[in-house]
């Protein structure tokens, strides 16, 4: 496999961890491409890898094996700077805790990520205005995290990881704190706007509402893929 090939694309990516000089592999040899628009489920039990995955391919832990390329960067030939800007610019993250600055408002939250990039205020206060809007949250820009219920700090999560137009969309278990209701509103809009924008998301989840609106689900067992199915609807492969 190249860089090329996708959007993401993992190459015999191993993650192996010392637990009390024991060596124990999180991920064992995986191969994956992901490509441009995707709406994707990586599943399976604790312990199975996808977060450790999850967390290899969006940069935030080394390899001790193998390769990932994003947007056609090899994320391991980057300088701990250059990754971190490549990060900043390039992926949104959306957490199961939301990581909300509790200081800080909505629109403050929103636009955190575009301060760094340098943007001008105008600038940033039109694109936290039309991202609010887009996920159902106008009218709250000025709301504390804390003066917001579950549902609606994870929609700011998902607006604040959407509003510098990264490529790609990373989501841990978002509807881990949520009741079925809000999880499924929630997984709606993220789809809706998967549609309408062509933003590419990827999720770590056991949720099956976040299973039943994917369109591609791949099933990790003991830090391997054990299953990898598309669902109707999705891009062309």
Same mark, same amino acid.
């Given at each position: 496999?190249?860089?090329?090939?996708?959007?993401?694309?993992?190459?015999?990516?191993?993650?192996?961890?010392?637990?009390?000089?024991?060596?124990?592999?999180?991920?064992?040899?995986?191969?994956?491409?992901?490509?441009?628009?995707?709406?994707?489920?990586?599943?399976?039990?604790? &312990?199975?890898?996808?977060?450790?995955?999850?967390?290899?391919?969006?940069?935030?832990?080394?390899?001790?094996?193998?390769?990932?390329?994003?947007?056609?960067?090899?994320?391991?030939?980057?300088?701990?700077?250059?990754?971190?800007?490549? +990060?900043?610019?390039?992926?949104?993250?959306?957490?199961?805790?939301?990581?909300?600055?509790?200081?800080?408002?909505?629109?403050?939250?929103?636009?955190?990520?575009?301060?760094?990039? &340098?943007?001008? +205020?105008?600038? +940033?206060?039109?694109?936290?205005?039309?991202?609010?809007?887009?996920?159902?949250?106008?009218?709250?820009?000025?709301?504390?995290?804390?003066?917001?219920?579950? &549902?609606?700090?994870?929609?700011?999560a998902v607006a604040r990881a959407m509003a510098a137009k990264?490529?790609?969309?990373?989501?841990?278990?978002?509807?881990?704190?949520?009741?079925?209701?809000?999880?499924?509103?929630?997984?709606?809009?993220?789809?809706?706007?998967?549609?309408?924008?062509?933003?590419?998301?990827?999720?770590?989840?056991?949720?099956?509402?976040?299973?039943?609106?994917?369109? +591609?689900?791949?099933?990790?067992?003991?830090?391997?893929?054990?299953?990898?199915?598309?669902?109707?609807?999705?891009?062309?492969?």
């Amino acid at each position: 496999m190249t860089g090329s090939e996708g959007l993401i694309v993992a190459e015999n990516v191993r993650k192996t961890y010392s637990d009390d000089g024991v060596p124990v592999e999180a991920v064992r040899g995986i191969d994956m491409v992901i490509r441009e628009g995707e709406f994707t489920a990586i599943v399976g039990p604790s &312990g199975s890898g996808k977060t450790t995955f999850l967390n290899l391919i969006a940069g935030l832990d080394s390899l001790t094996q193998g390769r990932v390329w994003l947007a056609g960067r090899a994320l391991g030939e980057m300088s701990g700077r250059e990754l971190s800007d490549f +990060r900043r610019d390039n992926i949104g993250f959306v957490f199961q805790a939301y990581n909300l600055i509790p200081v800080l408002t909505a629109e403050e939250n929103i636009e955190y990520i575009m301060l760094l990039q &340098g943007r001008p +205020r105008e600038e +940033r206060h039109a694109r936290v205005l039309e991202i609010l809007e887009m996920v159902g949250m106008k009218g709250m820009e000025n709301r504390l995290p804390g003066k917001l219920s579950g &549902g609606q700090q994870q929609r700011v999560a998902v607006a604040r990881a959407m509003a510098a137009k990264p490529a790609i969309v990373l989501a841990d278990e978002p509807t881990a704190n949520l009741d079925s209701t809000t999880s499924g509103e929630l997984l709606d809009m993220m789809r809706d706007l998967n549609r309408t924008t062509g933003m590419t998301f990827v999720f770590s989840t056991h949720d099956r509402i976040v299973m039943e609106r994917a369109r +591609r689900i791949v099933v990790m067992r003991d830090g391997m893929i054990a299953e990898d199915s598309r669902q109707p609807g999705g891009p062309p492969q």
